[in-house]
């Protein structure tokens, strides 16, 4: 087999790629697709598209005195939570929004490119902006994916139940069952490379792990009947005290998106209600439910040091062998579709690009960790609280986008996302 190398892109042509992916995911939705907020966690589509260009608008453009803003108001409407750059529209009400219209989004876009794409000719301005610019490219692909669960989520509040894009799954997969046994010692941890990471995966640092195995595949839905089956939701001695409430105050009886229908299982996934699969990896859990079905199989989560050093070698091993690259899962295939898959079917194709995973860490900073100057050290540093660490990348996640090191990072209740787990014991 052949491996194609393509050679790295510029930072100008990768800015043409990753905006213009922001279209080609939201160009089948309409209009009012693209308005709807079906719950608090999630944003309307035209708000991610507004949002990713304000990004852009206020930390690049903005720098340079010459430049004229788009809109006045925008600054307000399209700011998350940078509370250094100014108020912020409250997020449970970006749903009721409705001007600008989505061509007037569109138009935003068009601006800000176009006075991106004129300035990114000169070596000063790349000199000044380029490691801004690469966050703002790495912030709109963490947007992707979330404009793919945003819109899952929207379609699926509707009993229609729309399908978002018709695809056919892609089903050859069977669980290895396998453990990897790592020996204790002292590990390096973090980013390394010179290439891009996000602040909260530095500083590098040294952890001391104990022996631990870790499971060579992700938890399937066969297994995740089979503890729904053993009375798994209605069990308290299996759960967390705040996770014994979310299951009662919240009706959870199954993953997010399931629904049993004459004894079957189905599941609504972006291409409408499919039967549920029982190889494909269990997907749409919180920490609460990842953690809860851990415990019922005997086992645990792994700590996101476990996972990163699995990952780490993992890694090594596909590197040495060129075979292996064609049993590297659904998110490392992309590396040469440069493609997204909607839904999660392999199990056991490697650590990476199915479903993130949940680990037993709580998102904190890495020792020595500073967050960057000005408004955009609130990215990251300010959630190190309330929050668990999630690795691995999915389905959604670009694969331009990932790497071993990185740390997404959700509130234990939160299942809208991609995710799912990997048992360690
Ligand atoms: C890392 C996915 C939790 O959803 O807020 C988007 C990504 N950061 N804009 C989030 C992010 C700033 C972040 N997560
Ligand atoms: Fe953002």
Redesign the pocket.
């Known amino acids: 087999m052949s491996v194609v190398v393509r050679s790295k892109p510029s930072l100008r042509e990768r800015f043409v790629d990753v905006r213009d992916f922001s279209d080609r995911i939201t160009r089948s939705l309409s209009p009012e697709d693209c308005m709807v907020q079906s719950t608090e966690d999630a944003s309307p589509i035209r708000w991610h598209l507004a ?1 990713t260009t304000w990004f852009f608008e206020t930390f690049v453009l903005k720098q340079d005195p010459t430049y004229q803003e788009f809109h006045p108001e925008f600054a307000y409407l399209f700011n ?2 940078y509370n250094a750059v100014g108020k912020q529209f409250p997020r449970p009400q970006r749903g009721t929004i409705s001007r600008p219209g989505l061509d007037g989004i569109r138009d935003y876009r068009a601006y800000v490119d176009q006075q991106m794409m004129t300035r990114m000719e000169s070596a000063e301005f790349l000199g000044n902006h380029s490691h801004t610019i690469e966050v703002g490219l790495n ?1 709109e692909q ?2 992707q ?2 404009i793919l669960t945003d819109i899952k989520h929207a379609l699926s509040a509707n009993p229609m139940l729309p399908i978002y894009e018709d695809s056919v799954f892609d089903d050859r997969d069977s669980a290895s069952g396998n453990w990897d046994r790592f020996d204790s010692g002292q590990y390096e941890i973090g980013h390394r490379t010179s290439e891009f990471c996000f602040d909260n995966e530095e500083p590098r640092h040294t952890v001391y792990l104990p022996e631990f195995s870790i499971a060579a595949d992700l938890v399937t839905c066969g297994q995740f009947i089979n503890f729904i089956e053993d009375g798994g939701y209605r069990r308290p001695e299996l759960w967390l005290s705040l996770g014994w409430n979310a299951v009662n105050d919240d009706d959870w009886a199954s993953p997010l998106y399931w629904v049993c229908q004459d004894g079957q299982w189905m599941q609504f996934t972006l291409a409408g209600l499919v039967p549920v699969n029982r190889d494909w990896p269990v997907c749409h859990v919180s920490y609460f439910e990842a953690d809860a079905y851990a415990r019922w199989a005997g086992c645990r989560l792994p700590t996101e040091f476990e996972w990163e050093f699995a990952g780490n070698s993992a890694a090594s091993v596909e590197a040495d062998s060129s075979e292996s690259i064609e049993n590297h899962g659904q998110f490392a295939d992309r590396l040469f579709r440069d493609d997204l898959a909607i839904h999660p079917t392999r199990s056991s194709s490697g650590m990476a690009g199915a479903v993130w995973q949940w680990t037993s860490s709580s998102y904190q900073a890495y020792p020595g960790y500073r967050p960057p100057d000005g408004a955009i050290g609130e ?2 540093g300010k ?1 190190m609280c309330n ?1 668990y660490v999630l690795r691995g990348g999915s389905v959604a996640t670009s694969s331009s986008h990932y790497r071993n090191t990185y740390r ?3 509130p234990a209740n939160a299942r809208w ?1 991609f995710s799912g787990l990997r048992l360690a014991r």
Do not use: D, V
């Open positions: 949002h998350s939570y912030h963490q947007h994916e979330l990215y990251n959630f929050q997404n990072f959700f996302q």
